[in-house]
Antibody, heavy 122, light 108 residues
Framework: EVQLEESGGGLVQPGRSLRLSCAAS????????MHWVRQVPGKGLEWVSG????????AYADSVKGRFTISRDNAKNSLYLQMIRLRAEDTAFYYC???????????????WGRGTLVTVSS | SYVLTQPPSVSVAPGKTARITCGGN??????VHWYQQKPGQAPLLVIY???DRPSGIPERISGTNFGNTATLTISRVEGGDEADYYC???????????FGPGTKVNVL
């Protein structure tokens, strides 16, 4: 069974940093692209960032480009999101999502974690 | 960037058919995927590549995609279908994934 478990969320002050992690199990993690998708409580889904199986292709939403960095460690079956210069509008649930292919681009998400809440507030 | 539109809500009586639209410029030329999200839960893929159903998704749920509108159809609606539904496409111009704003299905 595919399982994705996010961690690292919490309350952080504006301008500070936070690192999210996603632990994957139940599938060959290194074979698939992975993504972060966020959702402001009560609002819709927003794709944040994606990374190909070998980290060769990475992309970011315009809203986070230059502030967020996605990475992965295939040996540890883990996905990460380093977030700096956080803003109040970054407050959201952050979901880790599995792609259906290894290369980045054009596909969809067939498994999701339960999410971790990031709250940016003073 | 590519923009998707969805009605905020759709209300349907049990046993009837719910149709959720997803509008976009020539969306018929793109692959559309649909996700169901129930309160407090993560999204669940229910339709991919316009019409395909993942294993475990009932045949009551189907999809079409023509012209400027993709449609998710839920036949014989049940109380358990009450959820938010999001369409998603890939924007090759920006290399970004795009979600629609979501439609809340209310079962009367």
């Amino acid at each position: 069974e595919v399982q994705l478990e996010e961690s690292g969320g919490g309350l952080v002050q504006p301008g500070r940093s936070l690192r999210l992690s996603c632990a994957a199990s139940g599938f060959r993690f290194g074979d698939y692209a992975m993504h972060w998708v966020r959702q402001v409580p009560g609002k819709g889904l927003e794709w944040v960032s994606g990374i190909s199986w070998n980290s060769g292709k990475i992309a970011y939403a315009d809203s986070v480009k230059g502030r967020f960095t996605i990475s992965r460690d295939n040996a540890k079956n883990s996905l990460y999101l380093q977030m700096i210069r956080l803003r109040a509008e970054d407050t959201a649930f952050y979901y880790c999502a599995k792609d259906t292919h290894g290369d980045y681009g054009g596909w969809h998400f067939d498994a999701w974690g339960r999410g971790t809440l990031v709250t940016v507030s003073s | 960037s590519y923009v998707l539109t969805q009605p905020p809500s759709v209300s349907v009586a049990p046993g009837k058919t719910a149709r959720i639209t997803c509008g976009g410029n020539n969306i018929g030329n793109k692959n559309v995927h649909w996700y169901q999200q129930k309160p407090g839960q993560a999204p669940l893929l229910v339709i991919y590549f316009d019409t395909d159903r993942p294993s475990g998704i009932p045949e009551r749920i189907s999809g079409t995609n023509f012209g400027n509108t993709a449609t998710l159809t839920i036949s014989r609606v049940e109380g358990g279908d009450e959820a938010d539904y999001y369409c998603q496409v890939w924007d090759s111009n920006t290399d970004h994934y795009v979600f629609g704003p979501g439609t809340k299905v209310n079962v009367l």
